[in-house]
């Protein structure tokens, strides 16, 4: 007999994280993570055993659990993610906390979101300002999908737009500009590794040392920004002096670097007067 308890145990002799063990299996029971706590010694089909062992596989070979199980919990929403999409990272969620704080009387803002992936941005500050209008864009079709499917899940309503950039805006304006775009590097060694090795390429690696993309949307930013308009924008932990100084450059005031929750530079604002 095969039983929750036996199958943990097997995955830890194995050299498998304990956590990583716990999701999988509790997906493939269609259970929460207390359920095996709570019923360690229940006896599981031979079915689901098999599926949790090919969970299991994916997992040794390094495919990220979100991808495995099909979603990350993001601001406190399930985020449906498929390998068409980027993985949404924790540290995101400061800048979101910045920018509700900064805006918190606002009861009406227009925002774009720019490469929105699955969606999470946008989709985490429609959740919290309904009111907000709020509109994502991204250049792959197969990512806003999935970032359409997520606010249909959530109830949530944004405007969505398949644009490289501001390709398709064309004359419209906004409050707020927000984007987390392609800042690897190229010729840097670790989107190859780990769990990145899984994620789309051209969402996380940009030319010119990682700043090609950077540099296009901070300096068209301004005529899609209204007067008093605030950019803010996502980028590595070393591209902090660079970044700060393509928005002086491009006409930005009040611009300030931010660091995430591991204290690391990695998000930068600044405001326009145009």
């Known amino acids: 007999m095969i039983t929750i308890k036996s199958l943990l145990q ?20 269609q259970k929460n993570r207390a359920y095996l706590h709570t019923w360690p010694d229940e006896i599981i089909t031979d079915e689901q055993a098999k599926l949790y062992q090919q969970y299991l596989a994916r997992r040794v070979q390094g495919e990220p659990i979100a991808y495995i199980v099909g979603y990350k919990e993001f601001w406190s929403l399930p985020i449906q993610v498929t390998p068409a999409t980027l993985i949404p990272r924790a540290d995101s969620e400061c800048w979101i906390q910045w920018l509700l704080d900064r805006y918190t009387d606002a009861d009406r803002l227009n925002v774009l979101d720019l490469g929105t992936g699955s969606g999470a941005i946008a989709l985490a500050l429609a959740h919290e300002k309904p009111q907000w209008s709020i509109c994502a864009v991204d250049f792959s079709a197969a990512a806003l999908a999935v970032a359409k499917q997520n606010a249909h899940n959530l109830a949530l309503k944004i405007e969505w737009m398949q644009s490289d950039w501001y390709d398709a805006i064309l004359h419209r304006r906004f409050d707020v500009i927000v984007a987390n775009p392609p800042y690897i590097a190229e010729e840097e060694p670790h989107w190859q590794q780990g769990d990145l090795r899984f994620e789309p390429k051209t969402a996380l690696v940009a030319k010119n040392h990682g700043l090609s993309d950077l540099q296009q949307i901070i300096q068209q930013a301004p005529r899609y920004l209204n007067p008093a308009g605030l950019l803010l924008v996502e980028h590595g932990y070393q591209q902090g002096s660079a970044v700060h100084a393509l928005l002086v450059a491009a006409g930005f005031n009040q611009v300030e670097t931010h660091r995430d929750y591991a204290g690391q530079p990695r998000w930068t604002v600044g405001t326009i007067n145009v």
């Open 10 to 29: 097997q995955a830890k002799t194995q050299g498998l994280d304990l956590l990583d063990a716990e999701v999988l299996l509790a997906h493939a029971l």
